[in-house]
């Protein structure tokens, strides 16, 4: 089966500084996959890599079987995103900003289709809100809602619940899973909250400092490094370079 | 397949702009404001000089329409590069980039909305000086309309040069944008002929397409006559800065690609 995401030996340096130094990994159709490390581990240039808003220095992206580099424009609409690190404009409000992005990825129905997203991630009192007013919690469904819109076959998440309260967290999470039971699309996040990584992803990979240091589902993580729960396999690593050194696949 | 341009892309990205319009009433009363001020300061010093001076004497309005055709210039930048801004201000450029508007889509738009501020603003300055000042810009009818393309062409140009500044060096060069129009403004001969200038600087002056238009504003309604030698060598001008605004711009973007400026440009 050809995979959703298959990147080989990527590297992206700024200077003398390594990002991202080679790394290579698969990910099949309708997973979700978790991208994990501590920060400044190369997760956001990896998922920046993957949407063409960064140019690596080296190394191949194929999504879809479509080389990212050279048919960036042909693969964009089936991908979308969302990252705390990137805003809605917050003077508009949420029906408006998603307007724009609906047309921009020419979502047919526009109407009805915010009306379903409205609908299932409780956004519908505030769809006539400026952007601006919007709680956390609120702002971080609607950018889900943008990168909902076009009923991507891969969604790329950078932190989805970062910042939330559980309630809103779990909520986000519930609407992630529920739409990608419904579409079986592939999903790739990164998150620093590993009850959530043990509870939606099927596949993990951990990085380092720009290197893949790890990967497995969580299960396997589990039994590798004998830890109950993914926050000690994620300390393990952060904090014991050495002793997980023997186990990097470097790749 | 994504067609390689859409016009449904380039209103998406338009109609942006017409939202933030819309709910915002000091935006649009800012669009009209310095135009309306302006008009208004320059209508009184004619209004003056019409019976101390024989030169304005003799070109009913010609500091009226230099003061609005500057404006065409100063609006058409500021309709580039301001909107520009706001999509920093917004930390929205990676949410616009990764969906499949392409950046010369992108700078379609920005140049629609430019054209649209252009016309709301000089438009309201050139409509109030009818009643103000028994002048009306419009008499000068096909000529208008080409003096007012290319200095939208050209200003288009200056604004696209000021974006690719923003996106490689971040906000902080924001006053740039505000204020570097203002460095041609001296060589661009708005208010008098180049010959005005000292002889050094005259060169520089010929090089620019709005000095050809204030030139030929002046032939227009001082010695009624159109200069197609002046209009044609300003449409040369303007083509090859808007060729070099928009090779700037696509260069740096490319660049901002490399530098992963896309997600981190701001402050």
Partial sequence: MTPAVAVSNLSKHYGDIVAVDGISFTIGPGTICALLGANGAGKTTTIAMLLGLVVPSGGDIVIFGDDILADRYRVLPRMNFSSPYVDLPQSLSVRENLTIYARLYSVRDIDGRLAALAEELGLGPVMDRKFRSLSAGQKTRATLAKALLNEPELILLDEPTASLDPDNADRVRSSLMAYQRRTGATVLLTSHNMTEVERICDHVIIMRTGHIVDAGTPAQLLDRYGHEDMEQVFLDIARNSKQTAGRERGS | ?267
């Fill in chain 2, 1 to 267: 397949m994504v067609a390689a341009f859409s016009w449904k892309r380039v209103y998406a990205i338009v109609l942006r702009y017409l939202y933030l319009l819309r709910g915002s009433w000091p935006r649009i009363i800012d669009q009209a404001y310095w135009p309306t001020v302006q008009m208004i300061m320059w209508g009184l010093v004619t209004k003056f000089f019409a019976t101390h001076s024989s030169w304005v004497a003799q070109g009913a309005g010609v500091l009226i329409a230099a003061v609005l055709l500057w404006d065409v210039l100063f609006r058409a930048q500021l309709g580039v590069s301001v909107v520009f801004m706001e999509e920093l201000y917004a930390r929205n450029l990676g949410h616009l980039f990764s969906s499949p508007i392409r950046p010369y889509e992108f700078v379609s738009a920005l140049l629609c909305i430019s054209l649209l501020r252009s016309i709301i603003g000089v438009g309201t300055a050139a409509l109030l000086a009818i009643p103000l000042y028994r002048y009306s810009i419009f008499d000068m009818g096909l000529s208008l309309v080409a003096f007012f393309s290319v200095l939208m062409v050209f200003g288009w140009a200056i604004g696209l040069i000021i974006c690719a500044a923003l996106l490689r060096y971040g906000l902080g060069v924001e006053s740039l944008a505000w204020a570097s129009i203002f460095a041609i403004a001296p060589v661009s001969g708005i208010y008098y002929p180049v010959a005005t200038l000292p002889e050094v600087v005259q060169p520089l002056a010929w090089a620019i397409p709005s000095s050809h238009v204030f030139e030929g504003m002046r032939a227009v309604l001082i010695e009624h006559r159109f200069d197609w030698g002046l209009f044609s060598t300003s449409v040369v001008l303007a083509v090859l800065y808007v060729a070099l605004g928009c090779w700037v711009f696509m260069r740096t973007f490319h660049s901002a690609r490399e530098k992963g400026l896309l997600l981190q440009v701001g402050e």
